[in-house]
């Protein structure tokens, strides 16, 4: 079988491959870059692909950033809602914290988006780009050659890659196949998501709750919906999928009060199981694993794609100085200088966001009210919470 060049094969154009993609474009125009995508699902079917379903995301301030640099948030904003406020917040126990985008300094502190838009988006960069786009085609295997990998694809085609990316979300076995193994720590939680319409305007408050049964968030959208996030136990997350809408929104009101006013209505309910997983090996020589095949983590502080979308900066970065030195991307140093760029972020995040479910997971006598304390005193300690908002913000490098 002939097998086709490229410089570099994106396995998986959802959230994370799609955005590395059009990262990607500068150098695909400067420097020929050959880049090919690769993706199983297509794109036609509504919600097929795991990324672009009925969730929204809550996008970091510092992400903003990241899509103006690739050309799309102008297009982008015209759906994002902005977070101007969070309230955190633990069920029956005092104590709480206010963080706003005033004592930052910044317009908001991020924003919401519905990920079936961002998927539309992105897509519609990608359709403008010159690169070899399969879909839906799946990468069946995936095996070391020189100075690269092959990769076959269920099309038939056969590509010969000078750096592979494993962005296919970490469920394919491609990984397990090249000998990478995965840690992985099942929350034992599910998260539900739906969106709810409120009576009241939001003005741009976001709302985290932690309670006995696990975080609960809700995210502005644009006008009076919000994204809800409920993470529960599984053996009731199938009662509450099961309630109706009437027993479901008296249940939420009773976890997260009347701020909002009263909850009107509630979107499809949707489940998924939360774990925290890392790849034991994030690259090596032509090879990068990015987003959820990289890792995963709990949805509570919204960092996941995030995190991820800092890993595709940083390796196009590193591509980009690659070229520029007359380097190939795959290169040992070109991964070497990727890795260094995406360490302490990465794993100052995934222990921040594991550390934060378990201290809330606790049950320890006085833990609640300790609890309280910490996020009361939190809330009067200005320069540490102004750091701490701004590295959730994404706007704190290393
Ligand atoms: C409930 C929930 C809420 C979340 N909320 C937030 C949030 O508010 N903010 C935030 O930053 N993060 C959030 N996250 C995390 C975020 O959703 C993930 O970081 C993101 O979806 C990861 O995208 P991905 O592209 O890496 O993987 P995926 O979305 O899994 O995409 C992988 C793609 O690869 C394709 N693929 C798989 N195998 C192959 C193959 N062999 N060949 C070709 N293609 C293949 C698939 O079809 C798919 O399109 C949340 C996660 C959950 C579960």
């Not at 950033?65 to 902005?82: K, N, Q």
């Not at 990727?338 to 320890?364: G, H, K, N, P, Y």
Request: charged share 20%; net charge neutral.
């Amino acid at each position: 079988m002939s097998e086709t060049p490229v410089d570099i094969a994106i396995i998986g154009g959802g959230l994370v491959g799609a955005s590395l993609a059009v990262a990607l474009a500068p150098l695909i125009e400067r420097d020929g870059l050959r880049v090919a995508v690769i993706e199983a699902s297509e794109l036609s079917a509504n919600g097929a692909q795991p990324s672009f379903d009925e969730r929204s995301s809550a996008i970091a301030y510092g992400s903003r950033a990241h899509f103006e640099t690739m050309g799309i948030w102008s297009r982008l904003a015209t759906r994002a809602a902005p977070i101007h406020d969070i309230e955190v917040s633990q069920r029956g126990a005092m104590g709480r914290t206010h963080l706003s985008c005033r004592e930052v300094g910044t317009p908001s502190l991020g924003y919401v988006l519905p990920n079936a838009f961002l998927g539309q988006v992105l897509h519609e960069r990608l359709s403008h780009m010159s690169i070899d786009w399969h879909c839906p085609a799946r990468v069946e295997a995936i095996a070391p050659a020189v100075d690269g990998h092959r990769l076959i694809l269920n099309n038939g085609r056969v590509l010969h890659a000078g750096l592979t990316v494993l962005a296919d979300g970490g469920r394919s076995g491609l990984k397990a196949s090249l000998g990478i193994g995965t840690d992985r720590h099942d929350y034992e939680q599910h998260a539900l998501i739906a969106n709810i319409e409120t009576a009241r305007e939001h003005h741009g408050w976001a709302l985290e709750r932690f309670t006995e049964e696990g975080a609960m968030a809700l995210l502005p959208l644009r006008e009076r919906r919000m994204a809800l996030i409920w993470t529960r136990p599984p053996d009731i997350i199938e009662t509450t999928l099961a309630m109706s809408d009437h027993d479901f929104l008296e249940a939420l009101q009773s976890r997260l009060g009347t701020r909002l006013g009263r909850f009107q209505r509630v979107g499809t309910r949707h489940v998924y199981p939360l774990s925290m997983s890392r790849a034991r090996e994030q690259s090596r020589p032509h090879l990068a694993v990015l987003g959820n095949a990289a890792h995963a983590i709990h949805p509570v502080a919204g960092q996941g794609f995030n995190l991820a979308l800092r890993g595709v900066m940083d390796l196009s970065a590193a591509i980009e100085a690659a070229l520029e030195a007359g380097r190939t991307p795959g290169e040992a140093m070109t991964m070497a200088d990727f890795e260094q760029r995406r360490q302490s972020d990465r794993d100052l995040i995934m222990q921040a966001s594991d550390t934060l479910v378990r201290l809330f997971e606790l049950e320890l006598p006085g833990i609640s009210r300790a609890r309280g304390a910490a996020l009361g005193l939190f809330n009067l300690a200005t320069p540490l919470k102004r750091a701490l908002i701004r590295r959730a913000m994404g706007m704190a490098r290393h």
